[in-house]
């Protein structure tokens, strides 16, 4: 008999502390970048019971009502007056101007800080990523929209998902295992309601949606403590850049540990990130392996990145040394130039929208980093 292997992702609802943080972060940034497209921006948010704290580096010529800002995202989250938390909570802003030290790297094109930044894709669906991610998040996107248009009514909104595949040795996936969700509610909902909701309108149509039979799968734990009433900041505090693996491949690719949230784009912890998924599904969309990584390290201060590494898990048709060769050659790796190239200082999306459900493989928003546009020119090189 071939063995199983099982392998399993998370994803968390915008109410999730953590995430409530993220967005905060990065709606300061999204109102720095709408005025002032040269704006430096490193801002950081701690929510708990009552408080939200904001603080960090920001160098910019447009004022910013911080204020007004935690209100609104509170508001738009779902967070009312009896929940614990709520747009009524004090908010301390913090917030001072960016180190001469480290504008001084930033100003000559180099990197803002050093690190190693990871991305990757695989064939395991549409949008050539991890099927358990993929399938964690839809669950997630669709109770939060079932939420807020009121069709389910006992809802509040902090929330997480887990789902666990079965691959066999040939890493073919061969179905779901385990599907994990847990709710806030209501005081005044029963187990029973809260379980057949979720099964019957949020699990079940997004399993059906990828061809995957509900009734196959071997177990649902579905709000397994039986209460979860109190979330969100009352029950959790919450911090920018905590849900660093659910903001990008969740788990399946390695990940460098810098976070995205409050990060102006010459931060390569977040724009390298970026063009290391473009890279990866390109190199999988031009056919010539079906799984990649791409890595990238950078020094402070230094314009073009100090190494890349292309891994393809043996399911490259080409040497990976030659598709270094081809990434280096075709795309501009430095600071600057992945700004330019990915549209980073005018985007057309919201960065505090990638910040609730995910920066990566996200099929709703027409970001620059997922579009197939260097796939005939990779091939031009082979």
Known sequence: MSKNIYFTS?????????????????AVLDACLAEDVN???????????????????????????????????????GYKPGMGFDSDCGVLNTIHSQS?????????????????MFGGAVNETEELMPLAMVLAREIIIRLTKLTREKVLKWTRPDAKAQVT???????????VDTV????????????????????????????ERYNLDYDKVRKYHINPTGRFVIGGPHGDSGLTGR??????????FRHGGGAFSGK??????????????????????????????????????????????????????????KIEEIVEKIFDLTPRGIEKELELRNPKFRYQDLAAFGHIGRTDIDLPWERLDKVDEIKSHL
């Open 264 to 321: 102006d784009p010459s931060k390569v912890d977040r724009s390298a990130a970026y063009a290391a998924r473009w890279i990866a599904k390109n190199i999988v969309a031009a056919g010539i392996a079906t799984k990649c990584e791409v890595q990238f390290s950078y020094a402070i201060g230094v314009v073009e990145p100090v190494s890349v590494r292309v891994e393809t898990f043996g399911t490259s048709t080409v040497e990976e040394s």
């Open 39 to 77: 704006a430096r921006v490193a801002c950081e948010t701690f929510a708990t019971t009552g408080l939200v704290i904001v603080g960090g580096e920001i160098t910019t010529t447009t004022y910013v009502d911080v204020q007004k800002i935690v209100r609104d995202k509170i508001n738009e989250i």
């Open 100 to 116: 001469p030290d480290i504008s001084m790297g930033v100003d000559t094109g180099g990197a803002g800080d050093q690190g190693i």
């Open 180 to 207: 994990v969700l847990s709710v806030q509610h209501d005081e005044n909902v029963t187990k029973e309601k809260i379980e057949s909701d979720l099964k019957e309108q949020v699990i079940k149509p997004v399993l």
């Open 10 to 26: 998370e994803f968390v609802s915008p109410g999730h502390p953590d995430k409530i943080c993220d967005q905060i972060s990065d």
């Open 243 to 252: 849900k660093i693996i659910i903001d990008t491949y969740g788990g399946y």
């Open 165 to 175: 595949l079965i691959y066999d040795e040939n890493s073919k996936i061969k179905g």
